[in-house]
T-cell receptor
Framework: AQSVTQLDSQVPVFEEAPVELRCNYS??????LFWYVQYPNQGLQLLLK??????LVESINGFEAEFNKSQTSFHLRKPSVHISDTAEYFC??????????????FGQGTILTVHP | GAGVSQSPSNKVTEKGKDVELRCDPI?????LYWYRQSLGQGLEFLIY????????KSGLPSDRFSAERTGGSVSTLTIQRTQQEDSAVYLC???????????FGPGTRLTVT
């Protein structure tokens, strides 16, 4: 079984400032890691994923996350945020083995609010 | 192409009634998942389908919940004798394979009065 902890429920930040949303996980098996974003009144969208290979993964809109196996973390970062990044962000994990069926275990979410 | 669609988008029902929620996955996606998003519990896994079979029903909260999938496509989640604690947004997701990225539908908001 897996579990995910998002350490901050809310993160307020000013526009153009850097931000880090923290995510830690626990699992007895190898994992795949994901960040999903939910904009106000919209559905969940995949932001980025780690399946294998390079531990640093990037999204098309400037976010990046680094898989740190020793610290069991997958923190999300952006060097300069925009108003449009205001949303709720969910970290999720699935077991990499076939018996996990790919089901996602989500963290509680972090609400990122970008102020002008 | 078309994404995952769900219907209805909103459903208000009286306690004790049965409800059916529908999910149309992305064409060609063999894996289908149901999740529930509620204020108290966050996002929870309910059930997984591979084709028409459900090898993982571990997240269904009670025997009032059931789901089926037909033709390897459309899935229906049925809640019998609804209770107020069933109020939540029910999300459906599909993926090409079970370990690949999941695409989510817009959800069905269920309110039990």
């Amino acid at each position: 079984a897996q579990s995910v902890t998002q350490l901050d429920s809310q993160v307020p930040v000013f526009e153009e400032a850097p931000v880090e949303l923290r995510c830690n996980y626990s699992s007895s098996v190898s994992v795949y890691l994901f960040w999903y974003v939910q904009y106000p009144n919209q559905g969940l969208q995949l932001l980025l994923k780690y399946l294998s290979g390079s531990t640093l993964v990037e999204s098309i809109n400037g976010f990046e996350a680094e898989f740190n196996k020793s610290q069991t973390s997958f923190h999300l970062r952006k060097p300069s945020v925009h108003i449009s990044d205001t949303a709720e962000y969910f970290c999720a994990v699935s077991g990499a083995g076939g018996t996990s069926y790919g089901k996602l275990t989500f963290g509680q979410g972090t609400i990122l609010t970008v102020h002008p | 192409g078309a994404g995952v669609s769900q219907s209805p988008s909103n459903k208000v029902t009286e306690k004790g009634k049965d409800v059916e929620l529908r999910c149309d996955p992305i064409s060609g996606h063999t894996a289908l998942y149901w999740y529930r998003q509620s204020l108290g519990q966050g996002l929870e896994f309910l059930i997984y389908f591979q084709g028409n079979s459900a090898p993982d029903k571990s997240g269904l909260p009670s025997d009032r919940f059931s789901a089926e999938r037909t033709g390897g496509s459309v899935s229906t989640l049925t809640i019998q004798r609804t209770q107020q604690e069933d109020s939540a947004v029910y999300l459906c997701a599909s993926s090409f394979r079970q370990t690949y990225e999941q695409y989510f539908g817009p959800g069905t908001r269920l309110t039990v009065t």
